[in-house]
């Protein structure tokens, strides 16, 4: 087995530079989507990963993405992103023992009340 070397500093700016912006949007949108569900609860040891606090920083700043990138991305892009946002929104609600007035939540000050 032959270790491969990472690429130089400007050589990884040249591969970024090359990547369409939608796919740099979209690749950062399913990061914070990843990262809240499991902050939520919704990922294999939520007894051990749940955080709520975490969880709406990381949905507040999905909604400003996706809000702010939707028109630029295009629905069919935007579409799903919305869809997951308003899933990790949901369990969110679902998670939490206090509950947040309508369009108090995480995010929703982006996206409008979720129920």
Known sequence: MTD??????????????????????????????????????????????TDLDEARKLITALAGLVTAAATEIGDHHARPLRDGLRSVQLAFR??????DAPGAGPGEKYTGPVN
């Open 4 to 49: 491969t070397p990472s690429p130089e500093p400007d050589e990884a700016a040249r591969d970024i530079s090359e990547v369409p912006a939608v796919e740099l949007i979209n690749t950062v949108a399913v990061h914070l989507l990843s990262a809240a569900a499991v902050k939520v609860g919704l990922a294999d040891d939520p007894e051990e990963q």
């Open 94 to 99: 679902e998670a939490s023992s206090i509950q």
